[in-house]
C-alpha cells in the first residue's frame, strides 16, 4: 500500500499534531508492477483515476463519504 497525501487540511493540522489526528482516504487500485517499471507513469496514472473519481458526482459528493485515515499511521 502507498499513500500519497494532499490537499492542504493533513498538512495544516501537522503544525499542531495530536494522536488522534486523521485525514480522508479515497483508496485507488494500482498495479504493483507499474511502480517498478515507471513511477512517473505510474504516478500520472494514479493523478487521471483519482480526478475521474472526484468527477464521478454519482459516487463521491463530499468529503465525508470518504473514510478517515489516521495519519499517525501513514509512513513517512
Not at 493540522?13 to 511502480?35: D, F, H, I, R, S
Not at 496514472?45 to 483519482?50: F, G, H, N, R, V
Request: proline share 13%.
Amino acid at each position: 500500500m502507498r499513500f500519497w497525501v494532499f490537499g492542504h487540511s493533513p498538512f495544516e493540522k501537522a503544525l499542531a499534531p495530536y494522536p488522534g489526528m486523521t485525514g480522508k482516504a479515497l483508496l485507488l487500485p494500482v498495479v504493483a508492477k507499474a511502480w517498478q517499471d515507471s513511477p512517473e507513469t505510474a504516478i500520472e496514472a494514479l493523478d487521471q483515476a483519482l480526478a475521474r473519481r472526484i468527477a464521478d458526482e454519482e459516487r463521491l459528493r463530499s468529503p465525508r463519504q470518504l473514510p478517515p485515515l489516521p495519519l499517525a499511521g501513514v509512513p513517512g
